[in-house]
């Protein structure tokens, strides 16, 4: 029951860290937004960490 409890809280964690990506980034390129967010959401907890990371070092990310 415990591993699905943390199933859960990281579909929330993921779905708030996704919305939050969403609302940032939307005016810039919706396109590459979306196709971020489809590789983002079939990733691995690492490769979620990495993408982010990666993301919050792109200048042209935050523009």
Do not use: G
Request: hydrophobic share 35%.
């Amino acid at each position: 029951m415990k591993s699905c409890k943390n199933y859960w809280l990281r579909n929330i964690s993921d779905i708030k860290r996704i919305e939050e990506i969403k609302a940032h980034h939307a005016l810039n390129d919706p396109e590459n937004v979306e196709a971020f967010l489809k590789i983002f959401s079939t990733a691995t907890v690492e490769n979620k960490k990495l993408m982010l990371k990666e993301l919050k070092q792109d200048p042209n990310a935050t523009e």
